[in-house]
């Protein structure tokens, strides 16, 4: 018997995912297109990896510049290079 | 308990007995070596029966807890005779020794091998020590005489109470301890302490609850309470009905629902808020009452005092939230009486706007200017939301309006007076309790009317920096009567554009896109924060902005990518697959990784469950392919 859509186990979980949140903004940005339910999640993942990629890089930046602070402007450079990357 | 001490007095009944039995049986060896042989002799087997009956006919007082001793003697008597007693010696040996098979039987064939040639004085003196009947009393008092001492004794006039109910209550006891019981108070104090304590060790556990109740009806301290009670207690404890619980739990009250003193400022802002409304109302100046709550305004009661008003203003926050309608209410009808305002306030709901009307707007305003002049930043957008709140309630926006506008500048003024810091905290201060939106304005004007009322910030910088006088305000208000409006209309005009214009570009919209910014920017602040969990260093306030910036260019990104990928495969409906090949072009999947290898890195079970096709009973596969 297939297990139903709801949360098995518990009821709460750690670093859920603002599904209304994209589903929100993907609805504002492309209001003919739809979202699916599960696709939601990957869209998900994928920005947890993108801010991943980004800390990373960051982290990278500011490691150079011998700062143990992240700074704006190793943001923004990491973000430079990292969205090049997520392009697509 | 009782119970207990019955069955104890029957087992050291029994135990006295064989130790007796032992002790006559030794002494019958010893004494009536040859009329026990005859006897002994007559009967080809000694039994117990006979033993005893022998014991008993020749019974003589012996202390029963002298195992050993009677051992000794019993053991000594058997050398001293000739082997053909030795049977029955052995015999009266083995007797005591069954019967001690209870308590001591290794011990006893110990002592046997052992007091073969043990000491014949030892064994006399023992024998020799208590003369006394061999009942459980006897018994229990050689123990409690022997019994060392403890520390814990009680003092005697605690032993006192305790030996007045042993005595009361003696005749209750059963017969072996009630005995005992009367004994100890013929004994000496220290004697009884000794008793006491002895009984009450051997059966602490069990006398402890009464013993402690006892104790606490006596008014001593629980470690107290077992030394002479426990006897007493033990055998009373059905007795003694008066082991109440000490009723302090009434001592203790409740402090109650005690309610704080109105202060005495509440009195002061209540009054002044009412006077405010008087004034705003019949532009009659009662100003006495307000002047005083005015100059003594401190933020906090200003702020905290609920006071009976028509509308009762519950606290800081909702005057403020009132005032803040009001501010934009009455900019609303500022810009529509200057025609020169900013259409944001074309949203609120603007009112009939005469200049008879600002007149006597300018000249409420005065106080308020005053009073915000004076007070602090806190006080002046509060009295400044409270004005509001008052022309709500009545109903005539103009003279908030006015007011405000006038607060506005005379705030802007004080700023400038005092510093532009002061400005800027106020501004900061009102921008922050304002919402969005409308506010903006009002405080657009603020900087415009800064600037323009040279006259009337001259005249409102004395007052303001000589704190606070109502009759300051009632003179400036009529002052200001006249000169006000015009001056106030000319500036006013000139003003607004530009501030408004330079400062406020994402600000003029209507309330009703509020909610689009605040949970754009919750989402990305949520993104936000795993990037400072992910970077695992700190990060300034400006970096978490960029990043929400990146994050926001991002999702523009992934949206658009989407619709490409679902476009090329002629739906309208983003699917999981489009999304794969998303990650793909990035690069995070690849023939080495899999998406299902993101997944389960990344992401918590329960989506998992959801993303990942699993077999499950029955054939089943979920979520279903």
């Known amino acids: ?88 | 308990s009782i119970a207990r001490v019955g069955l104890n007095v029957a087992a050291g009944r029994r135990r006295s007995e064989a130790a007796t039995e032992g002790e006559l049986l030794k002494r019958l060896g010893r004494l009536a070596a040859e009329a026990m042989a005859d006897s002994y002799s007559r009967d080809s087997e000694p039994t117990t029966r006979t033993l005893l009956r022998r014991v008993l006919d020749t019974a003589d007082p012996r202390t029963p807890r002298r195992p050993r001793s009677a051992r000794t003697e019993y053991v000594r008597a058997l050398p001293q005779h000739k082997s053909n007693l030795r049977d029955v010696q052995r015999a009266l040996l083995q007797t005591p020794s069954s019967r001690r098979l209870r308590s001591q039987t290794k011990t006893t064939a110990r002592r046997c091998s052992n007091r073969a040639r043990s000491v014949d004085r030892l064994a006399r003196v023992q024998a020799s020590g208590h003369l006394e009947e061999q009942t459980p009393r006897t018994l229990l008092k050689n123990i409690l005489l022997t019994a060392p001492e403890s520390s814990i004794l009680m003092p005697e006039s605690v032993v006192k109470p305790v030996l007045a109910p042993q005595v009361v209550q003696a005749s209750r006891r059963e017969s072996s301890r009630g005995s005992l019981e009367l004994q100890l108070p013929e004994l000496e104090p220290p004697t009884t302490l000794a008793p006491g304590l002895l009984a009450l060790g051997r059966r602490k556990q069990r006398l402890r609850l009464s013993v402690f109740q006892q104790g606490v009806d006596l008014g001593l301290p629980p470690s107290q309470e077992p030394h002479g009670n426990a006897d007493a207690s033990s055998l009373t404890s059905s007795l003694n009905l008066t082991f109440a619980t000490p009723l302090q739990t009434q001592s203790v009250k409740r402090p109650g629902l005690a309610r704080r003193p109105p202060t005495r400022r509440a009195v002061d802002v209540g009054t002044f808020l009412q006077d405010l409304r008087d004034t705003s109302l019949a532009l009659a100046p009662p100003d006495e009452s307000l002047r005083t709550p005015v100059a003594t305004l401190p933020t906090d009661t200003v702020l905290e005092d609920t006071q009976p008003f028509s509308q009762p203003l519950v606290g800081r926050s909702p005057s403020v939230h009132h005032s803040l309608p009001c501010c934009s209410h009455s900019g609303a009808k500022d810009v529509e009486r200057a025609a020169s305002r900013r259409t944001w306030s074309s949203g609120l709901g603007l009112q009939n706007n005469s200049a008879g009307k600002a007149a006597q707007l300018l000249a409420g305003n005065v106080e308020e200017v005053d009073a915000l002049a004076m007070g602090f930043p806190n006080i002046s957008s509060n009295i400044f939301g409270e004005d509001g709140v008052e022309p709500l309630q009545n109903g005539v926006g103009e003279e908030a309006e006015e007011r405000m506008e006038e607060s506005l500048r005379e705030v802007e003024k004080a700023a400038e007076a005092q510093g532009s810091a002061r400005a800027e905290e106020l501004e900061g201060h009102i921008e922050v309790t304002k919402a969005e939106g409308s506010w903006g304005a009002v405080e657009a004007k603020e900087p415009e009317g800064s600037s323009g009322d040279g006259d009337t910030s001259g005249r409102i910088a004395s007052p303001e920096l000589a704190s606070s006088t109502p009759e300051f305000l009632r003179a400036r208000r009529l002052q200001f009567l006249e000169p006000a409006p015009p001056p106030s209309s000319a500036v006013l005009p000139s003003e607004p554009p530009e501030p408004l214009s330079a400062r406020l570009p994402p600000k003029p919209r209507i309330p009703g896109s509020r909610p689009r910014q605040d949970p754009y920017k919750t989402g990305l602040n949520h993104y936000a924060k795993l990037f400072n969990f992910y970077a695992k260093m700190p990060m300034e306030k400006k970096a978490v902005e960029m990043v929400e910036k990146c994050l926001d260019k991002y999702f523009q990104h992934l949206c658009d990518d989407l619709e490409v990928f679902a476009a090329h495969a002629g739906r309208k409906t983003v699917r999981p697959e489009d999304l794969e090949l998303l990650m793909r072009r990035q690069g995070l999947v690849s023939d080495q990784v899999s998406l299902h290898v993101l997944v389960e890195r990344h992401l918590p079970l329960e989506y998992r469950q959801q993303l990942i096709p699993c077999a499950f009973s029955g054939n089943t596969v979920f979520p279903a392919q």
């Open chain 1, 1 to 88: 018997m297939a297990l139903s859509t709801t949360v098995s186990q518990k009821k709460l979980i750690k670093r859920k995912a603002p599904r209304g949140f994209l589903k929100r903004v993907f609805k504002q940005r492309k209001p003919h297109l739809r979202l699916e339910t599960n696709s939601d999640l990957l869209v998900h993942l994928n920005c947890l990896l993108f801010v991943h990629r980004l800390a990373e890089e960051a982290r990278t930046n500011a490691c150079e510049n011998k700062c143990g602070v992240i700074k704006k402007e190793h943001v923004l450079a990491a973000a430079k290079v990292i969205l090049k990357k997520s392009r697509g």
